[in-house]
């Protein structure tokens, strides 16, 4: 299946069966720490695994790592640098992999809602930018 007509791999990994798998969950370990409901992939169309992720899918396992470690790489890396990170994200991460796609490490990105005082000072606390811009005009 080339890259231009193949379904995305959030498609894929919404709807397994329709593609020669379906979803495990695993606990794995990693530096100490227990990673509950890890996915991984479970085999169960050759058929439709070939049309799918082609014969380099096939040739990288028999030639290297199978799938199932593969998955767990994938799905230990994520969780354990981020513990709440959406299990969706981590099948679609395992999709992407198997089509050969190496996920880069995604930045957390921290946001902190805040006010401005009527002066262009910085809170936080709504309730502290509120008496700040009070004793502005008091």
Not at 50 to 76: C, H, L, P
Request: glycine share 6%.
């Amino acid at each position: 299946m080339s890259n231009d007509t193949r379904p995305t791999s959030a498609v894929i990994a919404a709807n397994p069966e329709a593609y020669g798998f379906s979803w495990n969950t695993e606990t794995l370990h990693k530096a100490g720490s227990t990673l509950p409901n890890c996915p991984t992939m479970e085999h169960k169309d050759e058929a439709k695994l070939r049309s799918t992720f082609g014969e380099t899918y096939f040739i990288e396992m028999a030639n290297g790592t199978s799938g199932r470690v593969r998955d767990q790489e994938v799905a230990r890396t994520m969780i354990y640098e981020n513990r709440n990170v959406d299990r969706m994200a981590v099948k679609i991460a395992i999709v992407d992999r198997a089509f050969g796609i190496r996920v880069r490490k995604a930045a957390t990105v921290i946001k902190v809602q805040s006010w401005l005082a009527n002066d262009g000072t910085e809170f936080t606390d709504k309730a502290e930018c509120m008496a700040y811009n009070a004793s502005l005009t008091a």
